[in-house]
């Protein structure tokens, strides 16, 4: 059998990246250009700076993938990019960019979910197996996946108002962290204590929906009123409170989602899997079935996790044309 090399694209945000995937699972490169540095200022992603950045590099990343895996572009089977869901003018800079190389190698062109490149990430850890769970949780987005087979998503549960990474980096804001806040906050909270019991919304209730919107007021007004009574808060308790409250509502939900739903395996992906917290809770609590994540390096935007969540479309022939569209609010399919 010959070898199948899949080169993906993911420019869903602020990281523009391109990686190269041998068969179905090596990936001989994946080059990630970060323009974190750029939004800190703004304390966040700025849309048109974003777009700005990633028609700078994109041709760049092209050809670091491609010298780092050692092959030419002849060698490609197929081009792969993310999209959506994501900001508008930022896939489209990898769509663009993804269409003219399908068609200068006459290649096809494989149409891919960003969640389910972060989902797919896992499959550097460990060979899936369907049906399984997966938590995605991300600056975007915090959902629970059901996937029955191979490329077949169904969301069961989602978040009503913030994702949780969202709710990090809001929060991080409050108290003059640097963007993105998520792993400052997560390392904070191992210095301290649970003390200031934030809620934890819907928590007892057996639906799959999450809701942040809540704790991130709570965490605001007691910084606020904190401040504006001249009384210091103790950072490190704030952040594990925080914290606290953030992993009991996504272990709570994963639980009943693994109660209503037998499954093999239960994934935990996206920007917040890199989570040191979340990693020894879940390591604590969910003992029935294997839990896996995927590597540090693929939890972050990466095409990488495109590539991976790509051959599985190449092999069920979902291809697209080259009217290919950005989906800013691409979702899987719902399943209540
Ligand atoms: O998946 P991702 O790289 O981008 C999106 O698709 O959104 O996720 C980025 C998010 C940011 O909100 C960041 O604060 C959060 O992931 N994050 C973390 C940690 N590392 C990154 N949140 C909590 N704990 C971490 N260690
Ligand atoms: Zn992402």
Redesign the pocket.
Known sequence: MTDRYILAVES????TSVAVLKNDNQLLSNIIASQVDSHKRFGGVVPEVASRHHVEVITTCFEDALQEAKISADDLDAVAVTYGP?LVGALLVGIAAAKAFAWAHSIPLIPVN??AG?LMAARQEKELEYPLMALL?????TELVYVSEPGHYHIVGETRDD????A??KV?RVMCLT?????E???LAHKGEDTYNFPRAMIKDDHLEFSFSGLKSAFINLHHNAEQKGEDLVLEDLCASF?AA?LDILMAKTKKALAQYPVKMLVVA?????????RERLAQEITEIPVIIPPLRL???NAGMIALAAAIEYDLGHFAKLDLNAKPSLAFTYNN
Do not use: F, K, T, W
């Open positions: 869903s945000c602020d990281e994501g960003h969640m972060h949780v991300s600056g975007g987005h994702a949780v990474g969202e990090y980096d991080g963007y993105p806040a998520g792993r906050i997560d390392q914290q953030v996206g920007g917040v899997a890199a989570n040191q917290g979340l939890c972050g935007d």
